[in-house]
């Protein structure tokens, strides 16, 4: 079986835009859905986030795209903004090469008479959540007519979160012969119904074992999950760790014991505006927190590389969001460690959601060893509309402030602002020169969050 992109038949130039994004040998699910893809048939795949599913459906979809149209071909469609970002760009990455291509990102939590007028404007690829695109559809501010592809990405978790009469709603406004592509990390019952309301005849596929040995499932007891959490820090010494509650109180609470045990966490949930959980999201991918503290929104929202440890402070309800919180760590190769808290009277619950999991004690007293970060975050008003780039910020913080690059972390640039991950210490050292710096001879506001 074919096991690099350059072997296959795939565009010579979108072989090397995957080859510059790091993206050269495939991985399960690429090597088992291509032929499929490709030969344009429906598709049911089991994988997880994390296995290069997006890096799937995308190389196949790409090549139906007519950038010289102004409506939309293919249609992704996500539970929440925050994948729904990550997958636009992407599309918008591994598409560089293409002229002129569009992608539109819909979703809630922002005003929606500008994407209206982006809408007008055209675009080849919407990304999106049901929500928004239904928004679109009532107000007939969207045309789906020409779409080729719809993509389901996640889609157990779309039904968790009550879309499934949205995503049929959706779907019957486009072609009936599009290419209906479908992800999921489960597959219950309300995905069987789902499949059969949307899909042609699919053909199923799968990819990496969703617990295989690439995430180690550990257990604790405990009669005090504040003590054991914090020896479970202390002992594992993780860089990034994602801490799964059952509420948002109890997520805010163990967020602020945390704090004052000398750990730096920040809370995660849906209480926080969209603009809040963008920057809890970038802080807690470029490293300078190591630790989140979040609800099962985590578990379906976030996409990050390089998560050591995921603990269940909580026991989830169900296997299958067990599945999905495990899911952050020990994604494509890398090796990951998800460990969860019971109480003595959980320990059938525990074998319910977790059958595998091994079950471990502390053979001695652990020390208190609190984890806290050596970056920082530097936000800069500026962003794509003004044409900020991350060689631009480089180069200036190199250059003006002769900062070593070693120093400076991951770039993120959005629309409006930029963020910049950077040693604290070196941070101090230029502090009172900071609001000195121009970048590109423009002097932006800048500040630490």
Not at 106 to 115: D, K, M, N, S
Not at 234 to 263: A, H, Q, W
Request: charged share 25%; with cysteine.
């Amino acid at each position: 079986m074919i096991t690099n992109f350059k072997d296959t038949t795939l565009p010579i130039d979108m072989i090397n835009s995957l080859s510059t994004l790091g993206y050269t040998r495939m991985t399960p699910i690429q090597k088992n859905s291509l032929k499929a893809l490709l030969e344009n048939r429906d598709m049911i795949a089991q994988a997880k986030t994390g296995s290069g599913k997006t890096v799937a459906f995308l190389t196949s979809s790409l090549l139906k795209i007519d950038t010289s149209s102004k409506n939309p071909q293919l249609i992704i469609i996500l539970p929440t903004r925050e994948l729904a970002t990550q997958v636009a760009n992407e599309a918008r990455n591994i598409g560089r090469y293409m002229k002129d291509l569009k992608v539109l990102t819909l979703c809630g939590g922002v005003a929606l008479t500008p994407q209206v007028k982006s809408l007008e404007k055209g675009s080849n690829i919407i990304v999106g959540t049901p929500g928004r695109l239904n928004d679109h559809i009532s107000r007939e501010t969207i045309d789906f007519s020409d779409i080729n592809v719809m993509v389901l990405d996640e889609a157990d978790r779309l039904l968790d979160m009550g879309f499934y009469d949205d995503v049929i709603r959706i779907s019957n406004k486009m072609p009936n012969d599009k290419q209906t592509i479908l992800f999921s990390a489960t597959f219950p019952a309300k995905i069987e119904s789902l499949v059969k309301e949307v899909c042609k005849k699919p053909v199923k596929v799968s990819g990496d074992i969703l617990t295989d040995d690439s995430i180690e499932e550990f257990a604790y007891e405990s009669t005090s999950l504040d003590k054991t959490l914090i020896d479970i820090l202390s002992y594992y010494k993780p860089e990034s760790t994602i801490i799964f509650c059952n509420t948002k109180v109890e997520v805010d609470r163990v967020d602020e014991m945390l704090y004052k045990s000398g750990f730096d966490s920040l809370a995660f949930h849906g209480d926080f505006s969209q603009y809040e959980r963008d920057e809890i999201f970038i802080r807690f991918s470029n490293r300078s927190i190591p630790i989140l503290v979040a609800t099962d929104i985590a578990s379906r929202g976030l996409d990050i590389d390089d998560v050591n440890l995921v603990v269940n402070y909580n026991l989830p309800d169900k296997p299958e969001n067990y599945t999905h919180r495990i899911g952050r760590t020990g994604r494509l190769d890398a090796k990951g460690i998800a460990i969860s808290i019971y109480r003595p009277e959980q320990i059938d619950k525990l074998n319910f959601i977790a059958p595998k999991v091994i079950k471990k004690s502390f053979s001695s007293r652990v020390k208190k060893l609190p984890i806290q970060t050596s970056l920082i975050t530097l936000v800069i008003a500026g962003g794509k509309q003004q044409k900020v780039r991350k060689g631009d910020i480089l180069g200036t913080l190199c250059k003006d402030l002769e900062i070593n690059s070693s120093d400076i972390g991951t770039i993120n640039i959005t629309p409006k602002v930029s963020f910049v991950a950077i040693d604290i210490d070196v941070f101090m050292k230029v502090l009172k020169n900071i609001e000195r710096i121009k970048i590109k001879g423009k002097r932006y506001k800048i500040w630490r969050l």
